[in-house]
């Protein structure tokens, strides 16, 4: 233990300031250290949902494409069977004898009475 003296006693304040002073500081600075590993993991869970919504969005984009060639591959079937069931049922010869009609009444001249 060290004898009192005015040098012994000055000593140890400065030694007892420096470590209020650390004490002080210490809760400061853990909430700064705090605040950043906060704000690192939302950064990161931001990018983590970009990165997550452009990949949803390139599935969505290629089953919406693999839908479509579907429905157009479907409408061609469905085309392709009701024009064999027009041709082969009375449609085509109704048809005709419509356009017909259709044609002479188009070729009469309007009568102008006067």
Not at 69 to 85: P, R
Not at 89 to 95: N, Q, R, T
Not at 97 to 112: D, E, F, S, Y
Request: hydrophobic residues 40%; aromatic residues 2%.
């Amino acid at each position: 233990m060290a004898l009192p003296t005015t040098l012994n006693s000055q000593i140890t304040d400065s030694v007892t300031q420096a470590n209020v002073k650390v004490l002080g500081d210490s809760p400061a600075l853990s909430l700064s250290n705090l605040y950043q590993v906060v704000s690192q993991s939302l950064g990161l869970s931001a990018q983590n949902a970009v990165f997550a919504q452009q990949h949803s969005n390139i599935i969505h984009q290629a089953a919406t494409t693999q839908g479509v060639n579907l429905l157009y591959s479907v409408d061609t079937e469905a085309v392709a069977d009701a024009t064999k069931k027009i041709s082969q049922a009375d449609v085509p010869s109704d048809m005709l004898n419509i356009l017909g009609v259709v044609k002479a009444l188009t070729n009469q001249q309007p009568r102008v009475t006067g």
